[in-house]
């Protein structure tokens, strides 16, 4: 009987110490994915290399969801990160095949890799600008850059040239000289939507 009484209270004490071991992994991981744009920012480093030329958009399917998104609203800078993020997000998925980088084309194919991604993004940021007459408040630029972790470069554990480095963009404000970095293959699979450029 006193056999079966320990080895029950044992029992219960593996699962109580299991429930305790459970219930913390899933507060982290509810943790983790609250914070995960500090976080990501926090531990991830951009650092811009080069710049690519920006690709005018002529595809009358691109420039309707441009329309769409836009349509009756007064735009900032911020409205433009989120207008072009969103049809970015809404229209690609990410592919580490070879592939079109001009949006104008990835619009009809559906893959890009990050070169892609942050030349569509770029060609529609730029567009809003031009047909908003805000050459004069707003740059976009699409940036070629080199990640890092904890300040240890990231492209140095790699061979492949695919991943030497890693496109994404920015927006400035000219007037007030306010920056925003964004990472549009981080933004449509982590939902982060800006990034921490160390220049």
């Given at each position: 009987m006193k056999k079966i009484f320990k080895l029950t209270i044992c029992g219960n004490l593996r699962k109580t110490k299991l429930c305790s071991?459970?219930?913390?992994?899933?507060?982290?991981?509810?943790?983790?994915?609250?914070?995960?744009?500090?976080?990501?920012?926090?531990?991830?480093?951009?650092?811009?290399?080069?710049?690519?030329?920006?690709?005018?958009?002529?595809?009358?399917?691109?420039?309707?969801?441009?329309?769409?998104k836009a349509e009756g609203k007064t735009l900032n800078m911020k409205d433009i990160a989120n207008i072009a993020a969103s049809i970015t997000n809404e229209s690609l998925s990410f592919t580490a095949n070879r592939t079109a980088g001009n949006p104008n084309q990835t619009i009809k194919t559906h893959e890009a890799n990050c070169i892609g991604y942050s030349?569509?993004?770029?060609?529609?940021?730029?567009?809003?600008?031009?047909?908003?007459?805000?050459?004069?408040?707003?740059?976009?630029?699409h940036l070629i850059g080199k990640l890092s972790f904890l300040g240890i470069d990231l492209h140095q554990f790699f061979k492949s040239a695919f991943l030497r480095d890693h496109d994404f963009n920015q927006l400035l404000d000219i007037k007030t000289g306010e920056r925003l970095a964004i990472d549009p293959t981080i933004s449509d699979y982590l939902w982060i939507e800006r990034v921490y450029l160390g220049y």
């Open positions: 071991y459970i219930k913390f992994f899933l507060i982290a991981l509810l943790l983790l994915f609250l914070f995960r744009a500090p976080l990501y920012r926090l531990l991830i480093t951009y650092r811009s290399v080069g710049t690519r030329a920006p690709i005018e958009i002529t595809s009358p399917i691109l420039l309707g969801k441009i329309e769409e030349a569509m993004f770029n060609a529609i940021a730029n567009y809003l600008i031009k047909e908003y007459r805000l050459r004069n408040e707003i740059k976009a630029v």
